[in-house]
């Protein structure tokens, strides 16, 4: 099999009366898009942009890798490398983004990044135009960084990419570009902070003792009254 043979007839199964639905055999759930536009918002107001950034991004991380993982022996790939090249094809699949890749073999442009590709119709950006409006940066984090788990998992070193358009932004496409870690460099160090753990635990700690100081500060001020 070759990416451009993948069907959703063919590998997703759907039995008449519901219950358990299965992708390339795998167990998925069907998911409202506007149901993730309102987790994205209440992990925004409650937890503030940096730690939702971070979560959701490792979120996606790991929901691409997983995928690349389930793929490889789910499907019967005419080589290792169409298992690797898939992930834009399985990205569209599962309905998260319309996918147009830059180089129609797949290979790399002489010069170019590892990979790019150009998105249209990405549900995160359309759940955070009609949750926040027009944002300044690019804002489609989980998508992005499901390519970044993907092409980790599928090339055995880790893979960052970087949304370097959105039509949430005003571009009239997405569009991602993804390198080897050691390649990237300080164009992209702000993008990257957020596949971290330390990112989440440092925002989240500075929560919570902003937290203890308003109870403390409360506490103060009924010992007053």
């Known amino acids: 099999m070759r990416p451009s043979d993948l069907d959703l007839r063919e590998i997703l199964d759907l039995p008449p009366k519901g219950g358990v639905l299965r992708f390339a055999d795998q167990r998925v759930l069907l998911m409202d898009a506007g149901a993730m536009g309102l987790l994205r918002r209440e992990l925004v107001d409650r937890l503030g942009e940096t730690v939702a950034r971070t979560v959701l991004t490792r979120f996606g991380f790991a929901h691409g ?47 170019g990044p590892f990979a790019e590709a150009y998105w249209q119709d990405s549900y995160e950006a359309q759940q955070h135009l009609a949750q926040f409006g027009r944002s300044d940066v690019p804002v489609c984090w989980t998508v992005t960084a499901w390519a970044s788990g ?8 880790t893979i960052y990419c970087v949304e370097r358009e ?16 050691e390649e990237w460099g300080e164009s992209a160090e702000d993008a990257l902070t957020y596949f971290s753990d ?16 308003t109870e403390q500060a409360l506490h103060a001020r009924r010992r007053d009254l």
């Not at 959105?166 to 870690?181: F, H």
């Not at 635990?201 to 100081?213: E, I, M, P």
Request: glycine share 10%.
């Open 150 to 157: 993907y092409l980790s998992r599928c090339n055995g070193r």
């Open 198 to 213: 330390k990112c989440f635990s440092h925002h989240l700690n500075h929560l919570t003792d902003a937290l203890k100081r």
């Open 65 to 111: 890798w997983r995928t690349a993982e389930a793929m490889r022996d789910a499907l019967p790939w005419d080589t290792e490398r169409d298992w690797r090249i898939a992930g834009g094809r399985l990205h569209m699949l599962q309905g998260q983004v319309r996918y147009e890749p830059t180089q129609p073999d797949g290979e790399a442009r002489e010069g």
């Open 166 to 181: 959105c039509v949430a932004r005003g571009d009239a496409r997405c569009r991602l570009e993804g390198r080897p870690a």
